[in-house]
Nanobody, 124 residues
């Protein structure tokens, strides 16, 4: 089992920045990549970014490319999501997830473990 705990969600003004953290514990060797998803009220869960643990390769949704950065601190088993130039459209609950396998890492079903989520609210 892998436990994921997110933190860093907050309310900010448009144009501001936030950094989300996701601390992993348990069988941290059992996943190949970690990702961030978000879900706004009334909308489906949306993939945001993925980082492959070994290669550190990163992938982003077009909606956040150039504004968000996913990174990791292997010593702390923690993944971060630096979010800049935030807009109201970024308002959502943000979830981190860990997974492995052959499914595209942009799909929720590619992930086996999920955190509880952290709220990000961006006001205009």
């Amino acid at each position: 089992q892998v436990q994921l705990v997110e933190s860093g969600g907050d309310s900010v003004q448009a144009g501001g920045s936030l950094r989300l953290s996701c601390a992993a514990s348990g069988y941290t060797y059992s996943y190949d990549y970690m990702g961030w998803f978000r879900q706004a009220p009334g909308k489906e869960r949306e993939w945001v970014a993925t980082l492959y643990k070994t290669s550190s390769a990163t992938y982003y949704a077009d909606s956040v490319k150039g504004r968000f950065t996913i990174s990791q601190d292997n010593a702390k088993n923690t993944v971060y999501l630096q979010m800049n130039s935030l807009g109201p459209e970024d308002t959502a609950v943000y979830y981190c997830a860990a997974g492995g396998g052959v499914l595209p890492a942009s799909r929720p079903h590619a992930y086996n473990y999920w955190g509880q989520g952290t709220q990000v609210t961006v006001s205009s």
